[in-house]
């Protein structure tokens, strides 16, 4: 049937014909050698480098601490066997973890509070269109910019117990006596002064990233809907609470979480200012588990203690997550 | 008539006044600390070490002994060499890994990009402490410990995310017509990435080439962690670790240091940070 019926007139055979030759030409072209596949095929060979490098240095170390944790690894010993959550166990018995839990928790808070009123007042002024306005704002993010380690070095000196700038300064408007006298602070040699010291300049360095970072906020506000809320009426404090706040609160977010990050996992100033000391008074996690994992070599106790930052870390993550995912990129 | 203008000129410097008036004790706070090292770099020691006097100004010669001292007596020349070639050798591999990474979730609409693009991202939050302890034994199994390799391998994983997400935002906005056109003209998605995106995403590559020098010039607890060679640290961990020696401080040098390397790199950043709020906020503001 299906013979005869393909059968017919020399002048209506070869168009069918041409017809089938374009059809069988098409079909042996393989799914690689389509334009959309050869596209992601040239995509994934691209990308996968840094999934691998990202996989391998970071992926695999985060598996393997959670691994470390569980074991009894140190720097002297190369063979470590699984101890179960012993070493969790012991954090929680010690009541150094507790003190650096509370340090860490209490540092971010406190420095968080400052950064924001500071970063807050400072974004308001350089949004105000003034001569040398780019100029000044690149004095005042200076602190940020500068690397870590060599900022803290000048706090250092500037705490310095005897020679202290902070301290001269302060004796000289009259609020503490000269040197040797009582009142005469030694701002990382004191408990409650060290941990202020530190909160100071983790403060310092960050304010103007929290400026920054609002200022970049501030500016996306389109002036018509300010200007619109004030031909209703509205007071600025109006404006500011439900026209810009609004607004900026996503960049507002992912400014917070970044440097709640960067402030819950900065090792640098503690540990050159005061290393944890006087008594503990500044120990803070990050440094906890420098000087149990590296320093006394119990790899495996220091795993279990930086994974602690892990669950004080995962929301904030997760809260960042998922504004970036609402974002159109 | 000629007071309205004058009086409008005047509000403006009133203005201006209240302005600078509140800005001042901002500024002073920021710059202060750097200005009291700078100080310091240049006091002789007899000046330094006295509470009689005014000590924010000169009160004997400036001078240049504590620069000189770093270069004939510590290692601070070997570490400025090392953090160099960490850095130029940061800045090549992460070349090499994000800009095809970033090209590819750009342009290339491969399936889940922006999930991929995000999860990529986050790694750069996923902070140094929590992987510093495993890193360790991943570069001793490699053999880099105490050599400034170590610091090569480990500083991508903090520049390769970011530099990524900056370089998938600049790509995105190279019009897809030119790739397209040379696509026709005979061109392959490579010869296309290669002769068009990458000569027209020149600044784009150097804002990235910047970050990797920046961002791994932040780091201490990497180059603490894995370095301990004296000569092989880079200049951010040598200068706070090794010119402290016991309880003697040698604030002058030590400040020396801190701002030769500091300065530079800090004005570097400076002129780029806009970009890196750009990068971290989605490309918010601008």
């Known amino acids: 049937m299906t013979a005869s019926s393909s059968r017919g007139g020399p002048e209506a055979a070869s168009p069918r014909a041409a017809a089938v030759s374009i059809a069988v030409r098409a079909r042996p072209r393989r799914w690689f050698s389509s334009q959309t596949s050869r596209r992601l095929a040239f995509g994934y060979l691209l990308l996968a480098p840094a999934v691998l490098y990202v996989l391998l240095l970071v992926g695999a170390p985060f598996l393997f601490s959670l691994f470390l944790a569980l074991s009894d690894a140190s720097v002297a010993d190369t063979t470590a066997s699984f101890v179960g959550l012993e070493n969790f166990r012991a954090a929680f018995e010690s009541d150094v973890f507790y003190i650096a839990l509370r340090n860490s928790i209490g540092f971010t808070v406190v420095a968080a509070i400052f950064k924001g009123l500071l970063g807050t007042s400072l974004a308001f002024l350089l949004l105000q269109p003034f001569w040398g306005r780019k100029f000044i704002r690149g004095l005042v993010v200076i602190p940020f910019t500068l690397p870590i380690s060599i900022s803290v070095l000048g706090w250092k000196w500037m705490y310095d117990s005897q020679f202290s700038v902070i301290n001269w300064f302060l004796s000289r408007i009259g609020v503490i006596g000269t040197y040797g006298s009582a009142g005469w602070p030694v701002w990382l040699g004191e408990p409650h002064l060290a941990l202020l010291a530190c909160i100071m300049v983790n403060v310092w360095r960050n304010f103007p990233f929290s400026a920054i970072v609002l200022l970049a906020g501030f500016t996306s506000v389109p002036t018509e809907i300010l200007d619109a809320a004030r031909v209703d009426g509205t007071s600025f404090f109006q404006r500011f609470r439900h026209v810009v706040v609004p607004m900026i609160a996503p960049i507002l977010l992912i400014g917070f979480l970044f440097d709640t990050v960067f402030t819950l996992s900065d090792l640098g100033v503690v540990y050159l200012l005061t290393q944890g000391g006087p008594a503990n008074a500044t120990k803070i996690l990050p440094v906890l588990a420098y000087q149990v994992g590296i320093q006394a070599g119990a790899l495996g106790r220091g795993a279990a203690i930086a994974l602690f930052l892990f669950p004080l870390l995962l929301p904030l993550m997760i809260l960042m997550l998922r504004n970036l995912k609402r974002r159109e990129y | ?286």
């Open chain 2, 1 to 286: 008539m000629a007071a309205a203008p004058r009086t409008q000129r005047q509000k403006e410097i009133r203005r201006h006044l209240w302005i600078y008036g509140a800005i001042t004790p901002y500024v002073i706070v920021a710059i202060f600390p750097i200005y009291w090292m700078a100080l310091t770099a240049f006091k002789q020691d007899p000046d330094l070490y006295r509470m009689d006097q005014f000590p924010l100004w000169f009160h004997l010669a400036p001078t240049w002994k504590n620069f000189s001292y770093l270069f004939y007596s510590t290692n601070y020349g070997a570490w400025i060499v090392n953090t160099m070639m960490i850095a130029a050798w940061v800045a090549v591999i992460t070349l090499l890994i994000a800009v095809p990474a970033g090209y590819a979730l750009a342009r290339l609409r491969i399936p889940g990009s922006e999930n991929l693009g995000i999860a990529v991202f986050m790694t750069y939050l996923v902070p140094g402490i929590i992987l510093f302890i495993p890193l360790a034994r991943v570069v001793s199994m490699v053999g880099l410990q105490d050599s400034w390799w170590a610091l090569v391998l480990v500083y991508p994983t903090i520049t390769i995310p970011f530099c990524t997400w900056l370089l998938m935002g600049f790509f995105k906005t190279v019009p897809m017509e030119m790739e397209e056109a040379a696509r026709v003209d005979g061109c392959g998605y490579l010869g296309a990435l290669l002769r068009i995106v990458l000569p027209v995403s020149v600044p784009g590559i150097l804002t990235a080439v910047i970050f990797a020098f920046t961002l791994s010039m932040q780091d201490f607890l990497y180059g603490l962690a894995f370095v301990a060679p004296g000569d092989q640290k880079p200049v951010t961990v040598g200068v706070p670790t090794e010119l402290i020696r016991g309880d003697v401080y040698y604030w002058g040098s030590l400040m020396a240091a801190a701002l030769m390397v500091g300065l530079p790199v800090a004005i570097l950043y400076n002129f780029f940070l806009d970009r890196f709020i750009q990068g971290i906020t989605g490309g918010v503001g601008k």
